[in-house]
């Protein structure tokens, strides 16, 4: 194939330094380095194909998946990368697998429920991979009420054991990744029974299956919980089932950092904070709002190109149709979304920073800012998730018809993305958990207590609630303090139009209960709010590079007007802007769609992404797209003979009139 | 398996006649029988099972469709079906395949496109399946613009025969169903050409495979474009590419209704009117949203039965949980969605005498209402088809984590359903064309040129313009005069703002293109009142049943409220109503979700839906839902050994070290 950069053209047409402007989303030189030297690491190693993986049958993606697994761990001890890298290389590896599951939670969960010893005693077997571990939380009647959970661990004070036990089918552990066919342990969560009293959900150590040949140990009934949505996506985990009839576990397994069963079966608390494991959460949906920024950046990085490859319509005199990437229609959808990727990019790097203040305040025995920072990420995750959930569609739609084609590589991004909005927190719930933080920060308004971090511009709600915007022209929709006050004004008056409401029903937990529908609006506008301060707060800083501050500048715009733009009732209703000035704001978005529009190209390179990365024919880099999607149909099994299997059973009988009744 | 009816207690609070209501839902008590005999046709045959279709790879799969495929015509000749049986028990079998295009595409491009004696010749073969067609139209470079195909049909006077050739890679055809491997012939669509004069993209029957083997006839190139979206879902059918290498064809063998190539080449326009071409495009889009309908209610009705089953959160003094079908948040979201099902059903019951309408006034040689009922067909096409995909997706996610298993059915809806938003016209350059109807309306208003039909509310634009919504209490929200006219000045005003901004512009085009995201909102705006006026003029009639139609009065303010709630801003910043007023018609939508809420699942029952239709663990009649899923699981592939396949190879030798580099 010829080697021609068809967007070449678009390339020379960028105001500022791409270079530069890697840095800056790789967050460091270095953090650039790593990632693009093990970009090429698993790019240039053909066992890391992925281009195959939505035409395999289950069992053979599963296998293909365990080699994947297996031979990203030989190379990490071969060039004995650092854990930095490691984790780069399983990053673009770029396939769900028991690996996940085990590094990020099982790994974790004995890091920070686990007490000294018990460290001594596991971590060193899970670090070299001896032992393989998963985390068996969610059952099959429970998922987002953790309290709910069924499953129990009886203490027996004779053997010194814990029974753990599931007591009904519901009670079956039901989800966890790496469970299914890989495990050999698992961080298991049940109701601990001492003496026949419930001390809720507690987290224990079991071994699944035989370290010898990998069969389940007596009483354990293990298994795969079937295929999921999408073609590859999901499928290449092993998410799984798991019965206990009565397995017997030493008691020094329970998981005993914060609260531990004795000798003789007392219940007892330690004096570690329970709040610690609040930090590990604050510290798993960190990692998933950056998740959320990659997703979201490769479906706008394939949308983009793709847009500014595909033609059609606007031929004048036989001259070449029009880019698409021109038409206003696909501006206006396809724009926010890659300035979303950026907001979503700078608010995890914050997110980063706030989860390092909040070890550090714990450390410290400081628990002051911990509900805030909580709220904060439980909102953040779920909104950057649902917003990139629908987003990657939305690339995916852009891209025409072709974005169907699994080549396109965005339907397996779209269903492997997507349970993001459930796991760690159903979206929902979680914005129910930020709206109940904003009525209490409400309600304690004008008593003495200062709201802190995120919601720090509630304590000037009185201003927030009066304040009139002052946009004349649309050029004063630049002014980063007239967004952010309509931002603050918006969230203030939802949130306070609330707890008023609230405060009309019988009481608190009914008025909750039945406005719940307007509290996750006004817990959005709050979130929108904090992705739009920390997007400012970053352009605020000094960035280096020729053009880069400017573009981020114009990003950071179009994010904040076209969510106003989304949610403009929001914003009418409470009053807080005019109509006038909505439409002043809509002018002034189109204007800033046409100031992105040179550059787009050239911001979706700075990703910095490879092929292999985008797994995309229509987000090629060289953007030579319509012979590669040709030679890829041709892959297709269906293709292997000119004559499907099939004919002379089904096609040929009924050409032949074969069941024609004799009537007819 | 115990045989209890588990949503028997819902169904027990239903406050209307659920019969009464399959009838109206069915559209006649006729169609509901023929509709419900089929059902269970399909349901009763083993081959027609479809429970294990996301598990089956690419080529297993296709295979076993041709089967379906076969065995369904075999089943309707042998008892004789009617058409409208047969169509049905295709619906039932519910898997896209080559059957589809054959009578949905290829037979109706004849009828519509063909002269007497064409149809005379051709007909009779297709309705026996002697051949089997497909339509092969859009290319690997075209598909929205169609004037922009590549593929050539030249004229060869010597020899009276076209010369069909692909000249470019971007000429090859592209996506049409049941090309890939099975059909043997074709309406393929190509740009004529007669004595070096380009006439434009006109229709011929093609050819393409041998009757006697299948391969295909010299000079035609031919094979599968590959995995598409989802598991399941359009990998059952045979997309295809084509490729002509000057394959001749006999010049009777161009669809020549409509124009004409003579024996000496000279193009002729025959008499019969070119708009009746339009009379088709109106056909197809109308099933298409009849289509929508019923998507979006098997989504709802898996996601309102699983909503009634499953419980999380709320157990007081160890009682049950709480149904999550009783929270607001869930309601807020689900119940809307139910509320369009029964909207789009109406509306395509209402496009269904629009159809009818227009063919008996073309036949008749009056075009007046051509244009108006083109861009109300094509924006109803847009606007359902865009909110099913999206209303499926919720749906997916209101069921949770296990939403996500394909035994719940949602993922593979969704995936076979989405296309909808980009075949038959791209949803976004639908809704554009519907915007320059508009605009075209507008321009001549005050003319004398009274706008007509669904645009007829457009010559009250003077009163609209101005009108002020009369709500003072939420119950004043219930009065379809005050939602009717609240949506009509909506629109008007959304269209004539768009209108005055265009003028502003240097030329109309220009305006057009800057605004066309302004554009696309007047469309929605316009659209939506069409589906709201067409839903309570269907509620004003005559209804029998107890309580059905105040059932359906409750969906429809649902629908309307909803949708005014969505697009709040639109209301707002037009003036049409106040912030008052919006928050009225949301305490007003609350108290609907109260009433709707015990009728929940008897509505989902009375879209007659069969277990094997719904296709879904989740939403299964009996509300069995738990034993279900978990025997599910085990027939997963990856489940029939205990032992991975793998395990030797790629774990065994992780745990056992084999991958420590010495220097660890």
């Avoid at 036990?165 to 519901?170: A, F, G, K, R, W």
């Amino acid at each position: 194939m010829e080697e021609v950069d068809h967007l070449a053209h678009e390339r020379s047409k960028a105001q500022f330094d791409v270079d530069a402007m890697k840095v800056v989303w790789a967050g460091s030189k270095h953090a650039l380095d790593v990632a693009d030297r093990m970009a090429r690491l698993v790019a240039s190693d053909p066992v890391f194909r992925k281009d195959n993986r939505t035409m395999l049958g289950r069992k053979e993606l599963f296998k293909n998946t365990l080699r994947k697994a297996a031979h990203a761990w030989k190379r990490i001890n071969e060039l004995h990368l650092t854990e930095e890298e490691a984790s780069m290389l399983r990053l673009f590896v770029d396939e769900p697998s028991y690996v996940d599951l085990h590094w990020g939670m099982f790994v974790p969960a004995i890091k920070g429920q686990g007490t000294d010893e018990q460290q001594k005693k596991w971590l060193p077997l899970a670090y070299k991979m001896q032992i393989i571990g998963c985390y068996a939380q969610t059952e099959l009647g429970h998922g987002s009420n953790v309290q709910g959970l069924e499953t129990t661990a009886t203490f027996d004070p004779k053997s010194d054991e814990f029974i753990i036990h599931s007591p009904t089918l519901t009670s079956s552990k039901w989800w966890p990744g790496g469970l299914g066919k890989v495990s050999t342990h698992a961080a298991v969560y049940a109701r601990l029974i001492t003496d026949g009293k419930d001390h809720g959900i507690h987290g224990f150590i079991v071994q699944l299956r035989s370290l010898d040949d990998h069969s389940p140990l007596p009483g354990i009934t293990i298994g795969d919980i079937g295929t999921k949505f999408g073609n590859g996506a999901y499928n290449t985990m092993d998410n799984g089932v798991l019965q206990f009839d009565h397995v017997r576990i030493p008691r020094n397994q329970m998981l005993m950092r914060v609260s531990q069963v004795t000798r003789e079966g007392k219940y007892l608390r330690s004096d570690v904070p329970w709040q610690l494991l609040y930090g590990t959460m604050v510290y798993v949906r960190q990692t998933i709002v950056s998740d959320a920024s990659k997703a979201l950046s490769r479906a706008a990085c394939i949308a983009v190109r793709y847009s500014a490859v595909r033609r059609q319509f606007g031929s004048q005199d036989g001259g070449p149709e029009t880019q698409v990437i021109d038409y206003k229609t696909q501006q206006s959808r396809l724009f926010p979304l890659l300035a979303s990727a950026y907001a979503f990019r700078f608010v995890g790097e914050w997110l980063k920073w706030l989860y390092a203040d909040v070890t550090q305040r714990l450390q410290a025995n400081d628990f002051s800012t911990l509900p805030e920072a909580h709220a904060c990420t439980a909102g953040l995750k779920s909104l950057t998730t649902s917003a990139t959930a629908d987003g990657i569609e939305e690339c995916r739609k852009l891209c025409g018809g072709h974005g169907y084609l699994c080549s396109s590589g965005l339907p397996e991004l779209f269903a492997v993305y997507v349970p993001a909005c459930t796991y760690e927190g159903d979206n929902v719930v979680l914005l129910l958990q930020v709206a109940r933080f904003l009525m209490k920060t409400v309600s304690q308004l004008g008593s003495g207590t200062q709201p802190v971090g995120t919601t720090a511009y509630m304590g000037r709600a009185q201003h927030l609630m009066q304040c009139k915007c002052d946009v004349r022209g649309a050029e004063d929709w630049l002014k980063p303090s007239v967004i952010l006050e309509a931002f603050e004004a918006r969230a203030v008056r939802l949130a306070v139009n609330c707890a008023q409401n609230i405060s009309k029903a019988a009481s608190p937990e009914e008025g909750f209960s039945e406005l719940s529908a307007d509290l996750l609006e006004a817990a959005v506008a709050h979130c929108q709010l904090i992705i739009v301060s920390k997007f400012i707060e970053k352009v605020q800083q000094d960035i280096p590079g020729h053009g880069v501050k400017g573009q981020l500048q114009i990003l950071c715009n179009i994010y904040a007007l076209s969510v106003l733009h989304k949610h403009l009732g929001d914003f009418l209703a409470t009053g807080c802007i005019t109509s006038k000035q909505a439409s002043l704001a809509n002018d002034q978005l189109r204007s800033l769609y046409s100031q992105i529009r040179p550059n787009a190209v050239a911001l979706v390179d700075a990703f910095n992404y490879t092929n292999h990365y985008l797994g995309s024919v229509l987000g090629r880099y060289d953007g030579n797209v319509y012979p590669n999607l040709y030679e890829e149909a041709w892959k297709d099994p269906l293709n292997d003979s000119v004559v499907p299997d099939g004919y002379r059973e089904y096609i040929q009988p009924v050409l032949k009139q074969k069941f024609r009744a004799s009537r007819l």
